[in-house]
């Protein structure tokens, strides 16, 4: 991308390609350092909730709490709460992102070490103290997956997102299994102190690259889906959630504590086997199935996880003739594969709706804490009642996509309906003047910001772009408007009815 300069000087070829070629370098190298930071994000984030709630390190830590609830509950329900608050107020969390982040960080990673070591408030019940930690984990859980789902969601290229999702958990299913194999307590009680570190440097690392680009994606530019496909987009995000939660709960990952231990899988080729699905059905249901509606497009990826509740039943299992080994490799993949394919239907949805990023990753959070909540209060010490809650996810699934089905038929058949056009507000002039000079809807929304007065930092915010990308469209701008700054630009605007 080559940007105009406004004084018109060093204009001439050989700068010029210099210029365009040192551009693209740094382009290119920041493009890769959101690769690196957003996949190292995601792995040492899920290194962290699995060695709090598996590791032998903090069997009793994660016991002490057993009177209150089953660790993994109180987890969760700081998950739910730090994610619901993003549903619900995206924007005023965006503006105070700093902050809230710095406080999130510190909290998370004191009740981590707390939580390793309960015994340094012998003045408290041990008992409330984990409990505290384990809310404030899950509190630094949902802002990470937040902004490191968000953070992915800007590459270019979808299959590159679903690629480093992919990777991420992968990576994760190793590292937590060689320091389960290899490591004492004590060194997972050191690996669960610094995956927190991590995930947050990641995260700042990642968001500099992005502010720093001026070639970083703008999200609003991208394709968004039309009705039906958006509603159909927006029930399924609320649906993958609810059937995630479940799987969850009925594998070994869904209790924390010295009763919920899991094994390795990488004691033997149980990894390969789990490697091999995840790349097969990610690039066979999440990445060659583009070009379908948004129904028969997510139909795939469904059939997997609502056929994997049949090896997560022991009864199924048992009458298949599956060996332990076989039905744990099996149930690892499909666990893994159902949090891949939510990661990846929220990245989707980021970049194909009109809804605040934010808001979109709340939804998809929020929904599968609740859930995750009340499976696990239903299903412990209850595994009768796994097998009825197998099939009435079964049946809410078929009765949702026949719903999804039908009104989609019904919305084609309904004649296309004329739009009332939008009454001229106070803002007419400058819509007519991005009219005038040709300015893009996007760069249309930064001018009428600019024209009100506001400040890069506040158009930041408001439409949820990233430093760099809020530079580019104001230089565009001005190269449009024939202007080399703001002042000139309220001087256009003030003689362009004169």
Not at 6 to 21: L, W
Not at 124 to 142: D, E, H, K, M
Not at 161 to 185: E, Q, R, W
Not at 298 to 315: A, T
Request: hydrophobic residues 50%; charged residues 15%.
């Amino acid at each position: 991308m080559v940007r105009g300069n406004d004084s018109g000087e060093g204009m001439g070829g050989n700068a010029g390609k210099g210029d365009a070629g040192n551009g693209h370098a740094k382009g290119a190298r920041r493009d890769w350092t959101l690769t690196v930071c957003t996949a190292v994000g995601l792995t040492f984030l899920s290194v962290w909730s699995d060695l709090v709630g598996h590791g032998s390190g903090y069997f009793a830590s994660a016991d002490a709490v057993a009177e209150i609830a089953n660790a993994r509950v109180l987890f969760l329900t700081g998950l739910t709460l730090s994610t619901a608050l993003y549903l619900l107020m995206p924007f005023m969390l965006k503006r105070f992102e700093r902050v809230v982040g710095c406080l999130v960080a510190a909290a998370s990673m004191a009740a981590t070490v707390l939580f390793s070591f309960p015994e340094a408030l012998p003045f408290l019940p041990t008992s409330y103290v984990c409990a505290g930690c384990l809310c404030l984990i899950g509190v630094g859980y949902g802002w990470l997956a937040v902004h490191l789902v968000c953070q992915v969601a800007y590459k270019d290229d979808y299959v590159t997102v679903v690629m480093i999702l992919a990777a991420s958990l992968i990576a994760k299913t190793i590292l937590t299994s060689l320091i389960n194999m290899y490591g004492p307590a004590f060194a997972h009680v050191a690996a669960a102190l610094v995956s927190p570190v991590v995930s947050f440097a990641a995260v700042a690392w990642a968001q500099r690259a992005l502010d720093r680009s001026p070639e970083t994606l703008d999200l609003a530019e991208l394709p968004k889906v039309p009705e039906p496909d958006r509603r159909v987009l927006l029930v399924l995000l609320v649906l993958l959630p609810v059937l995630r939660a479940l799987v969850r709960g009925l594998s070994k990952m869904g209790y924390w504590g010295s009763e919920y231990e899991v094994e390795n899988i990488i004691d033997g080729l149980g990894f390969l086997v789990v490697i091999a699905l995840m790349i097969f059905f990610a690039r066979v249901t999440l990445v060659e199935e583009q070009g379908d509606d948004m129904i028969t497009r997510f139909l795939p990826p469904f059939l997997v996880i609502i056929g994997g509740f049949f090896l997560l039943d022991p009864q199924v299992g048992r009458l298949l003739g599956l060996n332990e080994w076989t039905s744990y490799i099996l149930t690892t993949f499909v666990e893994l594969f159902s949090q891949l394919f939510h990661w990846a239907l929220i990245a989707l949805s980021i970049r194909s709706l009109n809804v605040h990023p934010y808001r979109v990753v709340g939804i998809g959070y929020a929904v599968y804490g609740v859930f995750s909540i009340a499976y696990a209060l239903l299903l412990q010490d209850k595994v009768e009642l796994s097998s009825v809650l197998i099939v009435l996810a079964m049946y809410l699934f078929i009765v949702v996509m026949m719903l999804l089905f039908r009104s989609g038929r019904a919305k084609g058949e309904q004649p296309a309906e004329r739009k009332p056009a939008a009454p001229a507000g106070g803002e007419e002039l400058f819509h007519r003047i991005a009219e005038h000079y040709g300015l893009s809807p996007r760069e249309t929304e930064v001018f009428v910001l600019l024209a009100q007065g506001r400040n890069r930092t506040y158009i930041q915010n408001a439409l949820f772009l990233a430093e760099g990308t809020v530079k580019t469209h104001t230089s565009r701008i001005y190269q449009k408007l024939g202007v080399s700054n703001r002042q000139d630009m309220i001087t256009l605007v003030q003689e362009f009815d004169s």
